[in-house]
C-alpha cells in the first residue's frame, strides 16, 4: 500500500518505504530498533533517515494525542461553502480560520464546496458557539454542512 502511494518518488526504494512504514507506526522507535527492523546497520538506517527528513519526505514527528482527556474530545468535520469564490474571498476565509484554535485542520477543496474542515472542542455546546459566532460571522460563508464524529474505528494521522 505505501508503494502504491510512493509511486512518484520513483528513488525510493524498498528499504526506505520499509523504513517510512516503520517511523509512520512509531516515530519514536530508536535508530537501532528501526535499523533491525528494516535489516540496515544502525549507520547505515541513520544515514538514510536523514536523507529523507533533508529531502523534505519526512516532515516532521508528531504526538498522538488523546483529545478527551485533553477536553477536546468532540470532533466534527464541517464543509464549508463560500458566496464569493474569488482568491481574496478565499485568503480572507482561510485568514480568520488561522484564528480560531477549534479548527485543527482546514482543506480547500473541489467539488460543491470550498473547504473542509475538521473541529475539535469540548462538547457539542463549544461546538455550536464555534458554529454560530465563528462559522456564521463570516460573511463569505453560505452554506455549513456538520458531520459529528460518533466513532473512529481508524485513524493513521499522526
Known amino acids: 500500500m505505501l508503494s502504491?502511494?510512493?509511486?512518484?518518488?520513483?528513488?525510493?526504494?524498498?528499504?526506505n518505504e520499509n523504513i517510512l512504514r516503520e517511523l509512520s507506526r512509531d516515530g519514536?522507535?530508536?535508530?537501532l530498533d528501526?535499523?533491525?527492523?528494516?535489516?540496515?546497520?544502525p549507520s547505515a538506517c541513520l544515514r538514510r533517515v536523514q536523507d529523507l527528513e533533508r529531502r523534505?519526505?519526512?516532515?516532521?514527528?508528531?504526538?498522538?494525542l488523546d483529545r478527551t482527556q485533553l477536553g477536546t474530545g468532540f470532533v466534527a468535520y464541517v464543509g464549508?461553502?463560500?458566496?464569493n469564490h474569488s482568491k481574496a474571498s478565499q485568503e480572507a476565509f482561510e485568514r480568520s480560520i488561522a484564528r480560531s484554535p477549534q479548527v485543527?485542520?482546514?482543506h480547500n477543496i473541489t467539488g460543491s464546496i470550498e473547504y473542509l474542515l475538521r473541529i475539535e472542542c469540548a462538547d457539542?455546546?463549544?461546538?455550536?458557539?464555534?458554529?454560530?459566532?465563528?462559522?456564521?460571522a463570516l460573511e463569505s460563508v453560505n452554506a455549513i454542512t456538520s458531520y459529528v464524529v460518533m466513532g473512529s474505528s481508524k485513524d493513521e494521522r499522526a
Open 34 to 41: 528501526l535499523a533491525d527492523r528494516v535489516g540496515l546497520s
Open 104 to 106: 485543527v485542520e482546514c
Open 56 to 64: 523534505g519526505i519526512i516532515q516532521g514527528y508528531r504526538a498522538v
Open 28 to 31: 519514536r522507535v530508536s535508530n
Open 124 to 136: 457539542l455546546a463549544a461546538y455550536k458557539v464555534f458554529h454560530t459566532d465563528i462559522l456564521g
Open 80 to 83: 464549508v461553502g463560500l458566496s
Open 4 to 15: 502504491q502511494l510512493l509511486q512518484p518518488m520513483s528513488d525510493l526504494d524498498q528499504i
